[in-house]
């Protein structure tokens, strides 16, 4: 009611091959969608990102979600910050943990817990981001990922909108916490969406990581 805007993303076939996706995200604006999430299941899902981008100029484009598995946070990074100057602070980074069987096995990763490593990684990615924009020293030290170094002559220029949305995918209530502690936003799924489950599982999840960080 009122004035308040509803914001409304579409989203694509994960099948959609690289090919199709500036027109796909041409349609998306011009039915006046917010924004697109772009998967990232068989597709590599800043690539796909990029060609949206590329080719709109309102629509938000929101990776749901990519893999930190096999991307280090500095690889991430990397890649949001230009998708970010690019579209004029268009791109949000969605992130998302995956399953033991594919962090093993599809991608011969070592397998930790999940809800600490997805904490640890926005923290760096938010570290990464001030040392680039502020010139702050970078010395982020936890227990999986250390970023201690950053070479003048390798580091990104600041840019114009450097505070790109994080949003973290969460299912259970531990990585539920943790996007409440540490995310903009929460990205469910299919099996946590229905009103009920979210009123009476999810936000009780977010408040008590948002409570953690001192967040509302």
């Keep these: 009611a009122g004035s308040s805007k509803v914001n ?10 690289l090919a199709g996706v500036a027109a796909h995200a041409q349609r998306a604006e011009r039915l006046g969608y917010t924004g697109l999430h772009i998967p990232e299941a068989v597709h590599d899902g800043l690539l796909m990102s990029l060609r949206a981008l590329e080719h709109t100029t309102m629509l938000r484009v929101s990776s749901s979600v990519l893999l930190p598995s096999p991307r280090p946070p500095l690889t991430a990074a990397s890649a949001a910050w230009d998708l970010a100057a690019l579209s004029g602070g268009r791109f949000e980074l969605g992130l998302g943990p995956q399953v033991r069987g594919n962090i093993i096995r599809r991608y011969s990763e070592r397998w930790t817990p999940p809800a600490p490593r997805m904490r640890e990684y926005v923290r760096s990615l938010r570290a990464i981001f001030d040392c680039w ?5 970078l010395a982020f030290e936890g227990e999986r990922y250390q970023f201690t170094r950053m070479q003048s002559f390798i580091k990104p220029r600041p840019i114009e909108h450097p505070d790109m949305p994080i949003v973290v995918a969460g299912i259970g209530p531990l990585m539920t916490a943790v996007a409440g502690e540490v995310a903009d936003a929460l990205a469910t799924h299919p099996t946590n969406v229905a009103p009920r489950y979210l009123r009476e599982k999810v936000l009780p999840s977010l408040e008590r990581g948002a409570a953690r960080a001192g967040r509302s």
């Design 8 to 17: 409304v993303f579409a989203t694509m076939d994960q099948r959609m091959p």
């Design 133 to 137: 924009q502020n010139g702050t020293e």
